[in-house]
């Protein structure tokens, strides 16, 4: 015997469908991730402002400055924080919430970022962002107050700026400088790949057959 409400049936699902989404959009042309069952309902569709920040010791700098006029309705970017970004892809997705909102009870907020979090997080968190800033993805093209779009449904994250803007804010951004000159540093920053595609080193991915071991 076992309880119903502990181990469940297909008839009698905790949810509707799967936890977890798959967002595509021009913000996140190769996919971001959104744990859409941790998130406020009333965030799964909305349009709001962005408040961007660099990295994450920008975000911790800035978050409380009321010069920033963040509201919940705001849409919270971190970027710089990719796999090559963080570098590593830190785990600085479920960003904080400033004090005077969590003061007036506001417990959740849109918030994107390339980085990644914790499977215990919550909260209305995009993570995993690709391609990531660092490279030339969209996100590093965002600036404070363009309206973003998260629409859970249709499972859309999209940046609401004209095409021609974009493209001219393209050919204005230039690649960050290399960290890493030698040692391993160079070599995963030479080799790592995108969140979509693992965040692993390509030559591991490399088709090709390694040969058995020697049976003397």
């Known amino acids: ?38 998130a406020q309902p009333r965030l799964l569709v909305h349009t709001g402002p962005a408040v961007v920040f660099d990295d994450y010791e920008d975000l ?32 600085y997705g479920m960003l904080p919430l400033p004090d005077h909102l969590l003061a007036k009870g506001i417990r959740d907020m849109v918030r994107v970022s390339d980085a990644r979090m914790s499977g215990t997080g919550y909260g209305a968190c995009v993570l995993h962002v690709a391609p990531e800033s660092h490279v030339g993805g969209p996100l590093a093209l965002v600036r404070d ?24 804010r393209r050919a204005r ?13 160079a070599l995963y920053s030479e080799h ?12 591991l991915a490399r088709v090709g057959e390694n040969p058995e071991p020697d049976a003397q």
């Open 1 to 38: 015997m076992h309880n119903d409400d502990v181990i469940r049936t297909r008839e009698n699902p905790v949810a509707a469908e799967g936890g977890v989404a798959i967002l595509r959009g021009n913000l996140a042309p190769s996919g971001a991730v959104i744990k859409h069952i941790a």
């Open 60 to 91: 911790k700098k800035r978050i409380n400055d009321p010069a920033l006029g963040i509201t919940e309705d705001s849409v919270l970017v971190l970027r710089g924080s990719g796999p090559l970004g963080g570098p590593g892809m830190p785990e």
């Open 145 to 168: 107050g363009d309206p973003i779009t998260l629409d859970v449904p249709s499972r859309r994250l999209s940046l609401d700026v004209d095409d021609a803007e974009l493209q001219q």
């Open 173 to 185: 951004w230039t690649t960050p400088p290399p960290r890493y000159e030698r040692g391993y540093g």
């Open 192 to 203: 790592i790949t995108q969140a979509d595609e693992g965040c692993d080193f390509d030559f």
